[in-house]
């Protein structure tokens, strides 16, 4: 029972089981989810977690619900405290640990995956696959060599910032924010650094001239990993048109949320909205999703919880959306973008003559303190 009950019924129940046959041949992937903020305090991600008042705001995905919601993969986000409480760059650390002791413990059930093919296997081997994203390069703690280590480690995408500011960006909203500033140098630094390692640069949280800034420095697709449009309900965190527009032009994502204050309603039509929207402004290549789950939102009450997911299709294709344009939002844009980042990140580079990829400030370094020696684990 959710707390939105009273709202009134929906018009796309009828289309759940042709939905849930979609997914069924679709593969469908989450931008955005926060499992591991709670999986370090003991959630059971193996669990099955039936709902009660309380899920409300926690415990949105577990491995068997996310089966339940058809979902192949997560992206998981490392959410670490910027204030200097501890090294957050050994808290991104542990919770990258985190994931991969949860996929050896029941490699039937989970793999900690980088690339499309690898989450493609994983598919068809019946596990959910699971990808590692960074919120917030404060848990850089200023050295670059941390982001090669989390590559390393499987990190696939990389938050410039989160609810404060720090050594690279200013945040949308938080502490320190910023309207004038854009990318400092190491923030610079960062989006260049993660195109050589294939890492996604993710303008979730930034403000809008790093955002801009970013975009346009990145060589790689760019990916909002979750978001609400502005053209929808227009408050500070989520972008505008031509915030989507400029993400659209990198070829890369934006992943809708579905926090109900982003989306400015309590049902899935107002995510719906959103997505509409993307897909008017950015095309249908660029609209994905990015629930937030278990991020410390109120999700939408149609999508209670990640096994809700077949409502989604069911109102998208409710509101006229085709087939394959839903199969584009739930999940093939991003295997695009996860294919294209792919081919660029191992091209060869094979010293000052031959590595021709022009990297700002790297160029002819190659992949400088990549050999490291991991996080010791
Ligand atoms: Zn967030």
């Known amino acids: 029972m959710s707390i939105f009950s009273k709202e009134p019924p929906n018009n796309w ?36 977690h039936r ?6 705001v926690l415990s949105h995905i577990d491995e068997p619900r996310m089966r339940m919601g058809g979902l192949t993969a997560q992206v998981f986000g490392l959410v670490t405290q910027p204030f200097g409480l501890g090294s957050a760059f ?9 994931l991969h002791e949860a996929a050896r413990r029941h490699p039937d059930r989970l793999r900690v995956v980088t690339e499309a093919a690898e989450l493609r296997a994983a598919s068809r081997a019946g596990a959910r696959a699971g990808l590692l994203g960074l919120e917030g390069v404060h848990a ?15 990190l696939r995408l990389c938050g410039l910032s989160h609810f404060s500011k720090n050594p690279a960006a200013h945040p949308a909203i938080g502490w320190g924010r910023d309207d004038r500033r854009g990318l400092t140098p190491f923030g610079e630094a960062i989006v260049d650094r ?24 990145s060589r790689n697709p760019v990916v909002v990993s979750h978001t609400g449009v502005c ?42 909205n959103h997505i509409v929207h993307t897909v ?5 290549d660029c609209a994905a999703l990015g629930s937030d789950f278990d991020g410390s939102i109120i999700p939408v009450r149609d999508l209670s919880d990640v096994a809700d997911l077949p409502n989604l299709t069911a109102a998208l294709l409710a509101r006229g959306l085709s087939p394959e344009a839903v199969q584009k939002i739930l999940g093939k844009n991003v295997m695009r973008v996860l294919e294209g980042v792919r081919q660029r990140a191992y091209e060869p580079d094979e010293g000052p003559g031959t590595g021709g990829t022009g990297v700002r400030g790297y160029g002819a370094t190659g992949l400088r303190g990549y050999g490291g020696t991991g996080l010791g684990g």
């Not at 993660?194 to 420095?217: P, Y």
């Not at 505008?240 to 049902?267: K, L, P």
């Open 194 to 217: 993660c195109h050589e390692l294939g890492v996604l640069v993710d303008l979730a949280h930034i403000n809008r001239v790093g955002f801009f800034e970013a975009a346009r420095r």
């Open 90 to 98: 050994r808290s991104a650390s542990h919770q990258v640990e985190l």
């Open 51 to 56: 709902r009660t008042p309380l899920s409300a």
């Open 231 to 272: 053209g929808v309900t227009d408050i500070r965190r989520n972008i505008d048109d031509e915030q989507i527009r400029a993400v659209a032009d990198t070829g890369g994502v934006v992943g809708i949320i579905f926090a109900f204050n982003f989306v400015g309603g309590t049902t899935v039509e107002a995510v719906v």
């Open 13 to 48: 129940s009828s289309l759940v089981p042709e939905a849930t046959a979609l997914h069924a041949r679709s593969t469908i992937v989450d931008l955005h989810g926060d499992t591991l903020m709670w999986m370090k305090r003991g959630y059971d991600f193996f669990r099955r």
């Open 140 to 154: 850089l703690e200023g050295d670059l060599d941390n982001l090669n280590h989390l590559a390393k480690r499987g």
């Open 280 to 284: 008017q402004v950015g095309g249908e």
